[in-house]
């Protein structure tokens, strides 16, 4: 049975008023009792640093969880329900349980083991309200945003409310590659190891710095760790296998293993029936060696083979799949895409800038001002354009996933059919995309953009319908300003 105490007095370390814990509290427990519940509700009445708290029965409504746990495997079975579930990703989480469960570190936000007194609690509500403050600054992700995207970005978020926050990965021999990420897993309901190709896309996206912890060999038939590494016979690739003394008799020239030798306490020569009796006369042994005892081939180094203990694939070695572990902390480029709700064109718009290279916003905005100075001395059409790649990033993400090289190689060439070498490129925050077409005008521009959506469409078999706007740089009431105004 937990147990809780109650201080006479608050004595918790100061919290700032910016810290001070305020909103709906939902209180769970394993076994059915109200101990917890009045342990809060006096806690609430009587610390001054918790006095905007309540306490709700209504999950959707609650800012706050704690989870009244007797045992390990409760506190996962419904943390597996909670964080599982959008709606409570980001929920600033506690767990009281019988000890600190250190497994529970990655995926809550507290550990208290039992007794719990008054002065932990406070001080555990200031760090939780800090999160939750946090979160308060966030808008609501849209309605319209793919699962993908938004999976991300609750991730994401996840790493802003929480700053700094490390995820590392844990040990797990259920898992494919050996390891897992228990919170991403939570958030994407999957089983243990396959959240480390979600990872490795956010990270590509630039959303995540990694570090490398380790290096796995995965099966390259079915992308498990679990591999034998045998030794084997070069020549007959035999397991029987074994390190045998070779003796050389000299009389007769014969070289075979000391097993052939022996009968009984002596040692009698296979091939000529002479005994052997003192070595360095009669015989020596020139080395320790493998002998295959199949077909009788010796050799100094045996071969290596591979046996996947899971689809029972043999290969060799070098055929192994390498795929490194890594821990993660948010970017600077994630830690902006949290706040703003927005991903940055992700994994499509990292090819479109290694394929076309882009320019830093303040050249961009030079050449653009000699742009629309040399079309309005010589009267010659160009177009700046704007479009946004969220909804192609979106729509392939899947794709990408599936074959990265193929996809990236693919979507390189249809972006070398579109684009020219003299078209300039910058990025602005939320994923847009300015574009100037120098000598090409506007009805040009859109005819070069219903071509992208064509390309991709038979490429993909992705139906696209981009967003873009178009300005011309010859028009005589054109002006950076101008520009500049209208693209805000």
Not at 409 to 437: E, H, N, V
């Amino acid at each position: 049975m937990l147990e809780y105490k109650i201080a006479t007095q608050d004595t918790a370390t100061p919290v700032s008023s910016a810290a001070r814990a305020k909103g709906p509290v939902f209180l769970l427990s394993e076994t059915e009792n109200d101990v917890l519940y009045l342990f809060v509700k006096k806690l609430i009445s009587e610390s001054p640093t918790l006095a905007n708290l309540t306490i709700t029965t209504i999950l959707p409504e609650a800012e706050f969880i704690i989870l009244n746990a007797n045992t390990e495997q409760w506190v996962w079975q419904t943390l597996h329900d909670l964080r599982s579930e959008s709606e409570h990703f980001l929920t600033p989480l506690l767990v009281i349980g019988e000890t600190e469960w250190e497994s529970l570190s990655d995926v809550t936000d507290a550990v208290l083991s039992s007794p719990v007194r008054q002065n932990d609690m406070v001080e555990i509500f200031g760090q939780l309200s800090q999160i939750q403050n946090r979160l308060r600054q966030l808008e609501a992700l849209p309605k319209s945003i793919g699962q993908s995207s938004k999976n991300r970005l609750l991730l994401l978020r996840y790493f802003f409310s929480r700053d700094p926050q490390l995820l590392s990965p844990q040990r797990n021999y259920r898992a494919k590659a050996g390891y897992t990420y228990p919170l991403v897993q939570l958030l994407l309901n999957t089983r243990a190891g396959e959240e480390i190709s979600f990872l490795a896309s956010v990270h590509e996206a630039q959303l995540l710095n990694a570090k490398l912890v380790d290096k796995v060999n995965i099966c390259p038939h079915c992308d498990h760790t679990q591999i034998n590494f045998r030794e084997i016979c070069p020549k007959c690739a035999s397991l029987n296998i074994n390190e045998e003394t070779t003796i050389h008799h000299f009389r007769c020239a014969y070289i075979g293993r000391e097993s052939e030798y022996k009968l009984g306490m002596k040692l009698i020569c296979p091939k000529c029936s002479k005994e052997l009796r003192h070595i360095g006369v009669d015989y020596d042994k020139p080395s320790e060696v493998m002998w295959c005892q199949d077909c009788n081939h010796n050799f100094s180094e045996p071969a290596l083979s591979c046996f996947c203990l899971v689809c029972a694939a043999v290969f060799g070695p070098e055929e192994a799949q390498i795929r490194p572990i890594q821990e993660f902390v948010i970017s600077e480029t994630g830690y902006r895409a949290a706040e703003e709700g927005v991903l940055p064109g992700s994994g499509v718009l990292g090819i479109l800038k290694k394929e076309l290279g882009f320019y830093k916003n303040e050249v961009f905005a030079e050449y653009l001002r000699l742009e629309i100075a040399r079309c309005t001395r010589y009267k010659t059409p160009s177009t700046l354009a704007r479009f946004n790649l969220s909804a192609a990033n979106e729509a392939l993400a899947e794709k990408q996933l599936k074959n990265s090289r193929k996809f990236k190689k693919d979507f390189a060439a249809i972006i070398g059919q579109t684009f020219r070498t003299s078209d300039m490129f910058t990025d602005l925050s939320g994923g847009d995309i300015l574009i100037i077409f120098t000598h090409t005008d506007t009805a040009s521009t859109q005819i070069a953009f219903k071509r992208l959506a064509e390309n991709i469409h038979k490429r993909f078999n992705v139906e696209l319908k981009l967003k873009y706007e178009v300005f011309d740089l010859s028009s005589t009431a054109t002006n950076l300003d101008n520009i500049w105004e209208t693209l805000k």
